[in-house]
């Protein structure tokens, strides 16, 4: 089956620890996307890669790292930098410039 | 910067109402527009796409929107809305130029049964 895997579904964290949450595709796109999700704000482009091995900030990125090695992949790493870190993280994929996205079902991190 | 405008943050409906989401966008380039939907408990999805030709687009389970460009708009409509439509739906606006999805802050619509 097809799709986009992410992992943990839920994960608790004390402040000032990084944490790293996964994102998987078997869909072959080339594109992935790391975005934010919080009640009334919608949906914030934290980065993005359109290839791998190169990767760019969205709008807000303070506070967070990726990496693409892989094509199927593209973890993020929220660090102990990001003020706000909890929050419900979506990942996504596309397989061209056209806007058209799938999702995975998500991350929620809560940092105590 | 780009950005995308919707109207209500939370919609209440009976079931058999009509529905209408309004989404405005800044850009005045070409874009490519979208509507996706979040259902309770579920990932987000694609209800519907406009790239180029008819402005008025169908999507999935009876939902449709109308591009009208000299409005920047993109509003989302429903004949009559049914219990399960309740969800979270965001307008979304693509453009080349920049590369990547820019969001609404998404609306709430909660259909009474």
């Known amino acids: 089956d097809g799709g986009i895997t992410q992992s943990p579904k839920y994960l608790f964290r004390k402040e000032g620890q990084n944490v790293t949450l996964s994102c998987e595709q078997n869909l072959n796109h080339d594109a992935m996307y790391w975005y934010r999700q919080d009640p009334g704000q919608g949906l914030r482009l934290i980065y993005y890669s359109q290839i791998v091995n190169d990767f760019q900030k969205g709008d807000i990125a303070e506070g967070y790292s990726v990496s693409r090695e892989k094509k199927e992949s593209f973890p993020l790493t929220v660090t102990s930098a990001q003020k706000n870190p909890t929050a419900f993280y979506l990942c996504?994929?596309?397989?061209?410039?056209?806007?058209?996205?799938?999702f995975g079902e998500g991350s929620r991190l809560t940092v105590l | 910067a780009q950005s995308v405008s919707q109207h209500n943050h939370h919609v209440i409906l009976s079931e058999a109402a009509s529905l209408e989401l309004g989404c405005n966008y800044s850009y005045g380039g070409t874009v490519n527009l979208f509507w996706y939907v979040q259902y309770p408990g579920q990932h987000l999805q694609l209800l519907l796409k406009?790239?180029?030709?008819?402005?008025l687009v169908k999507g999935i389970k009876g939902f449709e929107a109308e591009f009208i460009k000299s409005k920047f708009s993109f509003n989302l409509r429903k004949p009559s809305v049914q219990w399960s439509d309740t969800a979270e739906y965001f307008c979304a606006v693509f453009s080349g130029s920049q590369g990547n999805l820019i969001f609404g802050k998404g609306t709430k619509l909660s259909v009474k049964p």
């Open positions: 406009y790239f180029s030709g008819d402005p």
């Open positions: 996504a994929s596309s397989w061209g410039r056209t806007g058209e996205l799938f």
